[in-house]
């Protein structure tokens, strides 16, 4: 069965690096996109990236453009999001996604999320 | 980038029907009608219940039920269960490729 598991989460000081790793298992990770996506505590869900499977396709949210950074290994099925520059309102559970996407008036959209691992948190304080 | 919002609570009785709005304030996101929806329980990952505005995976329960007008989509939950209490959030994808989600809906069985 499809399996994600995010590690790399913990306590970091503003401005501070920390770098998230997701190990998929249960398919063929190099057919598909992944996306990562976060919740602040107590607040909703907000994307942060995708990546295609080839990795010719990166995508960001507004907020981490210039300090974050996806990446994949196919070889070892594994996705990574670098963290730079990191903020108090970085702060949130991370969870490493599988998208399904579709093709959709000639664009190749994002249709559903199937697959979610079960998160790793990252704290951003002094 | 999108903007996608919910009410932030509902309610109802066990047995009821509640409709969860998520309406897409950012024109681009509506031309590509691809919403879906997805549960959260308290400490625990999401789970998808309505893709494509209106399918449903399999294993989800035919008590929910999507759809969508103009720049609103709705999820509609019948016969509401003590179960059916969690977050829930709407998310498309906008022509700006980037993903959306909803404020979320939480949503309380009385």
């Known amino acids: 069965q499809v399996q994600l598991v995010e590690s790399g989460g913990g306590l970091v000081e503003p401005g501070g690096s920390l770098r998230l790793s997701c190990a998929a298992s249960?398919?063929?990770?190099?057919?598909?996109?992944m996306i990562w996506i976060r919740q602040a505590p107590g607040k909703g869900l907000e994307w942060v990236s995708y990546?295609?499977?080839?990795?010719?396709?990166?995508s960001y949210v507004d907020s981490v453009k210039g300090r974050f950074t996806i990446s994949r290994d196919n070889a070892k099925n594994s996705l990574s999001l670098q963290m730079n520059s990191l903020r108090a309102e970085d702060t949130a559970m991370y969870y490493c996604?599988?998208?399904?996407?579709?093709?959709?008036?000639?664009?190749?959209?994002?249709?559903?999320?199937?697959?979610w691992g079960q998160g790793t948190v990252v704290t951003v304080s002094s | 980038q999108s903007a996608l919002t919910q009410p932030a609570s509902v309610s109802g009785s066990p047995g009821q029907s509640i409709t969860i709005s998520c309406t897409e304030t950012?024109?681009?996101?509506?031309?590509?009608?691809?919403v879906s929806w997805y549960r959260q329980y308290p400490g625990e990952a999401p789970k998808l219940i309505i893709y494509?505005?209106?399918k449903r995976p399999s294993g989800v329960s035919d008590r929910f039920s999507g759809s969508k007008s103009g720049n609103t989509a709705s999820l509609t939950i019948s016969g509401l269960q003590a179960e059916d209490e969690a977050d829930y959030y709407c998310?498309?994808?906008?022509?700006?490729?980037?993903?959306?989600f909803g404020t979320g809906t939480k949503v309380t069985v009385l």
């Open positions: 996604a599988r998208p399904l996407m579709i093709t959709f008036r000639g664009n190749i959209v994002i249709s559903e999320i199937d697959f």
């Open positions: 249960g398919f063929t990770f190099s057919d598909y996109y």
């Open positions: 990546i295609s499977s080839s990795g010719g396709d990166i």
């Open positions: 950012n024109s681009d996101v509506g031309s590509y009608h691809l």
């Open positions: 494509e505005v209106a």
């Open positions: 998310c498309s994808f906008a022509s700006s490729r980037t993903l959306g």
